[in-house]
Each structure stands twice: as C-alpha cells, then as structure tokens.
C-alpha cells in the first residue's frame, strides 16, 4: 500500500464556556503528493453537524468536494464541487433552494476552498508564497461553500480573496504536544474583523492551533496520530 495516512482531532474551545466544539479528521497522501480529507464536525454553539470529504492534487489546489450540513437536528444542504482550471463547477441541494447548478469562471483554477473545517484552514497557508520578500500576500481566486463564519448556509460556491500574513517561527504546546510552528495571519474578507491566528507545523502543514477573536474561540489539536 504506497498511501500514508494520519488522523486526529481539533477540539473548539470557547474563551468563556469551555469545549463547544470538536472536529475529527482523517487524512490520506498518495505518492504525488494527493490528499484526501474527511471531516467531521460538531460545533455546539450553532448547534450544527458538518460532513466534509476534500480532495486537492499535489500543488495543494482543490479538485474536489463534498459538504453535507445538519442544523438543529433537521438537514441544511448538501453540495458537490468540481474545480477545474476555468473555475468552479456546483450541484447542490437545499430543502429553501431545492436544486441549484452553479458554474463560476474564475478564469484561473481556484487556489484554496475554504469549506469550514478547521483542518482547511491551515492548509490554506500552503499558498503563501515563501519564495518572494512580502510578509503579507493576496491569494486569488479563494473560494468558499459558506460565507458566514461557521459555515452554517448553503452549501453553494462563493468566490474572494484572502491575504495572508507570514508572522515567523513558534514553538507552541496544545494537548497534544508540543510542535514547532509557522504562524499565520489569515486575514476574512471583511477588513474591520480580526485575524485568524493560525499556527501549522511539518510537511502537511497540520493545524496545531487558531486563535480568533472574531468568534471568541481557540481551537486546539488535541490528538494526533501520526
């Protein structure tokens, strides 16, 4: 079997309550560098439940996924995403909608989708460029399945941008150890929120903890099996 795999967990820590949130993950990488991830979500505080199944190639960039989303007990949406080097391709389904096809032409291939698990979020650093002298970049065409904060709509395929800020090196401890870290500042599309702090470590540029002011939350790796 050539594939590696790793799995974990991200628990969601609110700054006053305590865990409102936890998110499990599995991770497979091909030979070339192709990743898979399947997540799953629980965020207590929206009262919501999401399934994800991401894929992207060896470049980082997405090819393809899945988001199913329950809020409150009842089903929210469902919808499949085709990223090409044109743009975004979109089927989904929502009990409001019913179905909607979207196809998008960015132009280009969409450089990150954010489809709300955190694990996503620290892949998103991969598109910063360390080869060029900007601390701060802009990364374009982003892509996202929700523009709210926790995901809680659609899915359906929206398109930005996003800027990220290169802080520097960290040596930081979550539950689940202690990791060497690049930290990040992941700037949303409104400029008067905060950052996402992010700090991600090694080759598979693994979460190990956010910081955001914006939701009063930390999420922490909290298991990690490599």
């Known amino acids: 079997m050539q594939h590696r795999k790793y799995s974990g967990r991200i628990d969601y820590i609110d ?3 305590g865990c409102l949130g936890q998110e499990w993950f599995t ?16 965020v207590a505080k929206s009262d919501l439940v999401r399934d994800v199944t991401l894929s992207l190639d060896g470049q980082w960039l997405p090819t393809d996924c899945f988001v199913r989303l329950v809020k409150g007990g009842k089903f ?9 080097d044109r743009g975004i391709e979109c089927e989904s389904y929502t009990p409001d909608a019913g179905r909607v096809s979207q196809v998008i032409d960015t132009g280009q291939r969409v450089r990150i989708f954010a489809c709300h698990p955190l694990m996503t979020d620290g892949w998103q650093t991969r598109q910063f460029d360390h080869g060029r002298p900007e601390k701060t970049q802009i990364v374009r065409p ?19 941008q996003k800027t990220i ?7 930081i401890e979550v539950p689940a150890g202690r990791f060497r870290c690049r ?6 599309s409104n400029p008067a929120n905060p950052p996402m702090i992010t700090w991600v ?3 598979d540029s693994q979460l190990i903890k956010m910081h955001w002011a914006l939701r009063e939350f930390d999420y922490v790796l909290a ?4």
């Open 165 to 171: 800020e290169y802080v520097g090196e960290e040596e």
């Open 27 to 42: 991770v497979t990488v091909q030979p070339d560098g192709a990743r898979t991830l399947r997540a799953f979500c629980e």
């Open 201 to 203: 470590h090694g080759e």
């Open 183 to 188: 930290r990040y500042n992941l700037h949303v």
């Open 15 to 17: 700054f006053k309550r």
């Open 142 to 160: 982003w892509a996202h399945p929700s523009p709210l904060p926790d995901g809680s709509t659609g899915p359906m395929a929206g398109i930005g």
């Open 223 to 226: 298991a990690y099996d490599r």
């Open 76 to 84: 929210l949406g469902s919808g499949w995403f085709r990223f090409t």
